[in-house]
């Protein structure tokens, strides 16, 4: 049903490719996922003495409202709950170095993900951010290069790979891009496709 619904938009690859960020991209392929994650205060597992990969320090939301589709998002929506998620946190864009993006390897979504988070590492929370505008230091990927768009799982995916980098220390790549699109070309944004 997933796909038949999927099938009538123009977000799906007819190459049967996802390549997020990538210059080629023509779509995103649906994929079967399932994850599961341990949620739990800090205060208890730090008391319990579990093994901790990651913290979540907050959460933000918006909506694009009415726009054109589902398939063509509006970054204003994205700006507004990156800068929300940032602000509750108390964590400044210039000391992140790893975004996992949604990233789904469509054109619209990659662009305006990417003009999204231009603006909000450029700008900063709350004002100018620290580094130079559009020097590079932080590295964005997707898991949907590997794994294709999980729908329902797709956050979870994300979110574990995340983790699981935060855990190792380690920037994991996003494979099949060999030139990013116009919005990561080198010096244009605080971002490079690692």
């Known amino acids: 049903f997933m796909y038949m619904c999927f099938s009538k938009t123009p977000a799906l690859s ?53 726009g054109q589709a589902i398939y ?24 992140i170095e790893l975004v996992e993006a949604h990233g789904t ?7 305006a993900e990417v003009t999204a988070l231009a603006e909000v590492y450029r700008n900063g929370v709350d004002g100018p951010a620290a580094h130079q505008p559009n020097m590079p230091w932080c590295a964005l990927g997707s898991v949907k290069s590997q794994i294709g768009h999980t729908k329902a799982a797709a956050g979870i995916a994300g979110l574990i790979k995340a983790a699981l980098a935060l855990h190792h220390k380690v920037l994991p790549p996003t494979i ?14 605080p971002f490079y496709v690692n």
């Open 72 to 95: 063509a998002p509006s970054p204003k929506g994205q700006t507004k709950a990156l800068r929300q998620a940032y602000r509750l946190a108390g964590v400044t864009p210039e000391t």
């Open 105 to 111: 390897g469509t054109r619209a979504g990659d662009a």
């Open 176 to 189: 099949k891009v060999t030139q990013p699109i116009e919005q990561v070309a080198p010096g244009r944004t």
């Open 14 to 66: 007819p190459t049967g490719n996802a390549k997020p960020f990538d210059a080629s991209a023509d779509g995103t392929i649906l994929g079967e996922g399932l994850g599961c994650l341990l949620l739990k205060r800090l205060d208890d597992a730090e008391r319990d003495g579990d093994k901790i990969f990651a913290v979540i320090r907050s959460v933000g939301t918006s909506s694009d409202g009415k």
